[in-house]
């Protein structure tokens, strides 16, 4: 190489530079423009119809043949004039003229590379539609439109896999077991079969874990262990393998899927085999299979994650690591690349710039192999990459990147690896044109074009400020790949990452070595297993390594934020970083800006608990409870001190609740208490769990439904936290904090005996052993809700679970000196299914809803916050309001949303006060309707217009002092109600008087005690 080097590698400690030595000069973007133009092309005609499709090839077919012709006359015409300016004009009648040479604004050249990039256009739009005409042809797509029963003979075509179980409601729908195939015979009805072609997408419905009391058709029974076959037997369904199945065909979710029908198979019963699949998936799946027993004794995370790393099977990943990779930006370490090829092609070649030199490393070398045997080699591992690994978009854009460049390789041509980027991009849309609206390839693409484009020139800009050149190039490809894969990501999650370079620097320290270590267990595992186990174990630490760095980066507080979703939230991320990219150059070329802005870094991600107060205002100073916006279900936190919270439920997301105590700042969990075992109120529990001191699980009597109550027992187990049962009369106390339990009552307990120890104290609700509530007695899980009466800093909140009307008058007869309350959690989010009288006697000052934006149930239900405000009742809810804090005490009462103090205005008679609207989260519309800024709650009048008031319009009762007017919620002790004591808490010496029924506020059997905080190491 001669001259002066460019800016690219000016810096580079090596002769050959940073990258390629071959990209000195403007990049080759010959090929891109065909390449895009083929993606367009197939995007637009995936989604229109085959008429028009034609008709606009044709139209460009014509365009495309004027350019060709006049790029054919353009180049004539540049050949005479390039023997000399002037030449003599013979082609009119008369005495020579000179003819002058005239400039063009288009060249031969342009009007070659426009006839180019239509005919890609037409190319891959024509490819586009007979592929989606495959999808339309045959009798499946109008079979599915009537939901008919079919048999079908299918080719599997893709590994199957679990989906993750959701909540709907108040249950855990069971994972299904999907994958892809191919109908090749379909058998309506009516008899008639049909050979077809047709992409479909299989569902095989899985019966829930631990439901034993559903029984299977003809009442027969499956257990345990042959549900666990049947599902091995779907799992293992390797892709080429045809069976036969009968099953409902029902339409894709849209009409652009690359399915014709979604067919749904009950699996009650293995699948039937019509077909072995062929030597080369067996192959492929003996060695997968292989490499997950090899992994079977390591540790859980990598266990799970290495299988993924070296071939993309994640069947192992649990949903919380998941969540972590996802939250980290490292999912492109589950997802197969190129780098995983560029790992396996390294020990052949070495490093890429000394491929085709003498000086070459790798095993090629060694080995004595030419450029072309090494060329070929190296295709035959590309190949197998891809078998193994399975054909998903990035594993094709990586084997097709990698063909290329061994094909410049073996014949000695220059290589340039962003033309090879084209040409793979244009040769898959043209093989494949569904990949044109995967945006898994589109993330690929994009990746492996910053890293070509962005990185080189970044890592030259870090050089020159005398950043080591190895750090320069990590930083510059982890901070080019996240910036142009930001606004995608921002699509398809509505999030932004703040973590995603750091933790993709730390983890790319163990990525190699997990990686060449993972994949010689995967050769050897067939041959000896002892080995391939040796080598799994050492692949296991950087496994877990790479896992540790996940889970860290995602328990940070700041760690994603929430943006805009869709392509405008899209479009409005990618135009921020064309906006910080030249701000960030400026940036560093200040020291104490970068010091400043590393440090606003640092303090967005952590996010102490007193700055984000003094930025945000969240969580308030002073507050007692906290309803956690945690979607369709209940969450609720009581402050007892510096980090300290009673949990009442988790909700049914472990992300929700977790960041919901995260913002508070809640480290230590003395006692959770789950009120039933419903999803929707039980699902968050690992996330309540995660990184927190929890000294004990309290749960409901009735073990219903089994699989929910299973899921809390064994993680419960897993962190190591007992589980103790609520018992009525319970009575606990944990510094500001006491409560007592109300509901559900006490089980009949059998007769001991005589010679037997009897139970532990009734009142003790440690007793592990406590029999399980009378299923007879409690209508369902609801009406088994642990009902909680809580005392904190003068306020009295009622906390009722999901009891439905039945559980609510019962609960009001087993308590009747029940009086009025300050803070009330509306039962089963609001629902319609309400007891007047209860409402009627409890006439909160402020009621608390916790429902889901846009559940499919109407919570909360409109006549209910009637009801709730005709009481006088301020209502919050978190669909609208999101997380609701409650402040103050008795004689002030107050609510902020979202960091913004709810003050309504003041209320009037309950026959003339006018019905607010519903409230808003913060910043858009204050909670509880009216104008954002200070509302302020008065005191209202009760009982019947003219009976027993004084001046004012305040009733005297029984020597009641008169009712005065406060700011916040409405003032306290409205409705003297004698019966009801907030005296101090019971101490061990109150008894219950034989006979006498349970007493809000009085003396019965129950237990005080402080509630110890353990030591257990932040299960």
Known sequence: MTGARTTVHATAPSPHGSSDPHQEGPADLRLVGPALAAWAGAVISLGAPGGGVTAVCGVAVAFALVAWRMAVVRRRAEGCASAGDEQPDTTRPGPPRLRLRSPHRWSSGAF?????????????????????????????????????????????????????????????????????????????????????????????????????????????RRGPEAREGLSSAWRGLLPSTRIRVAARAAPPLSSA?????????????????????????????????????????????????????????????????????????????????????????????????????????????????????????GGTLALAFVVVCRPDPSVLRAAAC??????????????????????????????????????????????????????????????????????????????????????VVAVLAARVGLVAVPCNLLAELAVAPATVLGFAALALAPLAMPVAQGL?????????????????????????????????????????????????????????????????????????????????????????????????????????????????????????????????????????????????????????????????????????????????????????????????????????????VLWPPAPPIPPTPPGLPGPGSPGDPTVPDSPPADPDALDGPNDASVTLLVRTGGLTLLLLGDLEPPAQRALLAAHPELGDVDVLKVAHHGSAYQDPPLLHRLAPRLALISCGTGNPYGHPAPRTIAALRAQGAR??????????????????????????????????????????????????????????????VGCRRVGRPGAGRRRGGYRRAGGCRPLACRVGIRGPGRRCSRARSRGPPVDGRCRQRAGSPPAVGRCRRATTSEMPVPDNGGA
């Open 875 to 936: 209502v919050l809810r978190t669909d609208t309001d999101g997380s609701i804090a409650v402040l103050g005490t008795t004689a002030r009462l107050s609510a902020m949303v979202n960091g913004h103090r709810s003050q309504p205005g003041p209320a009037d008679d309950r026959r003339s006060r006018p019905r607010p609207a519903e409230g808003r989260r913060a910043g858009s519309r204050p909670a509880g309707g009216g104008p954002l800024g200070r509302r302020r």
């Open 402 to 487: 990698g063909l290329i460049t061994l094909l410049a390789i073996g014949t000695g041509r220059r290589r340039s690896l962003l033309p090879a980027l084209a040409a793979a991009v244009l040769l898959l849309v043209l093989y494949d044109p569904w990949l044109a609206r995967s945006y898994g390839f589109l993330l690929s693409v994009l990746a492996t074009g910053a890293l070509l484009l962005l990185a080189p020139r970044w890592s030259a800009a870090l050089q020159r400020r005398r950043v080591p050149p190895r750090i320069a190039e990590v930083i510059a490809a982890a901070a080019a790949a996240q910036a142009v894969c930001a606004p």
């Open 257 to 377: 899927d690359q399915v014709a029908a979604v067919l749904r198979v009950p699996g009650t019963e293995p699948p039937v085999g019509a077909g072995a699949p062929s030597p080369l998936q067996r192959l492929a799946g003996h060695l997968r299979a292989g490499l997950r027993e090899a992994t079977d004794g390591l540790r859980p995370d990598a266990r799970a994650l290495l299988p993924g790393l070296v071939v993309g099977d994640t069947s192992r990943v649990p949903p919380d690591l998941d969540d972590a990779f996802r939250a980290s930006d490292l999912t492109h370490l589950l997802a197969v690349s190129g780098s995983n090829l560029t790992i396996v092609l390294a020990l052949l070649i070495g490093p890429p710039h000394l491929a085709t030199r003498a000086e070459r490393r790798g095993l090629a070398p060694r080995l004595g192999l030419s450029l072309r045997g090494t060329a070929l080699i």
């Open 112 to 220: 070659l590379a426009l006839a180019a990039v239509l005919l890609c256009a037409v190319a891959g739009a024509a490819s586009a539609a007979l592929h989606a005409s495959d999808v339309r042809r045959g009798p499946l797509p109008a079979l599915a439109e009537h939901y008919a029963t079919v048999k079908a003979e299918l080719v599997v075509t893709g590994d199957p896999r679990l989906t993750r179980p959701k909540v709907r409601g108040s249950q855990r729908t069971p994972p299904v077991l999907v994958f892809t195939a191919d109908a090749v015979r379909v058998t309506a009805s009516d008899g008639a079969v049909t050979a077809v072609r047709t992409p479909v997408l299989v569902v095989v419905q899985q019966h829930g874990r631990g439901d034993e009391s559903r029984g299977m058709e003809g009442g027969q």
């Open 536 to 740: 799994a174990w050492c692949a296991g630490w950087p496994a877990v390594w790479i896992a540790g760095v996940a889970r860290t980066g995602a328990a940070l507080p700041g760690a994603e934020f929430e943006w805009p979703d869709g392509w405008a939230g899209g479009l409005m991320l990618a135009a921020a970083t064309v906006v910080l990219v030249p701000v960030v150059r400026r940036v560093l070329r200040r020291p104490w800006l970068c010091v400043l802005c590393a440090l606003a870094v640092i303090l967005a991600v952590c996010r102490p608990a007193p700055f984000t107060r003094v930025l945000t205002g969240w969580p308030p100073p002073g507050w007692r409870a906290v309803v956690c916006d945690v979607g369709q279900g209940d969450g609720l936190v009581l402050a007892a001190g510096d980090g300290t919270a009673l949990v009442v439920d988790t909700g049914p997301e472990p992300h929700a609740i977790d960041r919901c105590l995260t913002d508070l700042g809640i480290r230590r969990i003395p006692l959770l208490v789950l009120t039933h075992f419903h999803a929707d109120h039980v699902d968050g529990l690992p996330g309540a769990l995660r990184g927190r001191a929890v000294g004990a699980i309290e749960t409901t009597t009735l073990q219903d439904p089994p699989g929910q109550a299973q899921f809390v027992r064994g993680t419960a187990a897993a962190a190591r936290v007992p589980i103790v049962r609520a018992e009525p009369g319970e009575r606990r106390r944990l510094g500001p904090l006491t409560w007592e």
